[in-house]
């Protein structure tokens, strides 16, 4: 399922996005704090060079963009189930 695009709630700043339920009319969303996401250790050869760094960085920000996503979506898959019986029956039509 494709993740709601998510919106600003809040002044820039906070960084907190706000994700709606895509189906019109419903008043749901679910808001994230993306800088809230532990990172965990990035991993660099000994000599490491500054491509070396950039490429870590960059594949550590997909990563933690991924777990995002992933909970998002586990949040919109619950509410829909529960909320629309057969919304998601019908997106896969
Ligand atoms: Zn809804």
Redesign the pocket.
């Known amino acids: 399922m494709k993740v709601p695009v998510a919106e600003l709630t809040r002044p820039l700043g906070s960084g907190t996005v706000r994700y709606h ?3 019109t009319r ?1 008043r ?1 969303h679910w808001d994230e704090r993306p800088g809230l996401e532990p990172s965990g250790p990035i991993p660099l050869p000994i000599n490491f060079t500054p491509e070396n760094l950039d490429q870590a960085l960059t594949a550590m920000a997909c990563k933690l963009a991924t777990a995002q996503a992933r909970r998002v979506e586990t949040v919109l898959r619950a ?2 189930t529960l ?2 019986p057969g919304y998601l029956k019908d997106q896969h039509q």
Do not use: F
């Open positions: 339920c895509p189906v419903c749901w509410h829909l909320a629309h």
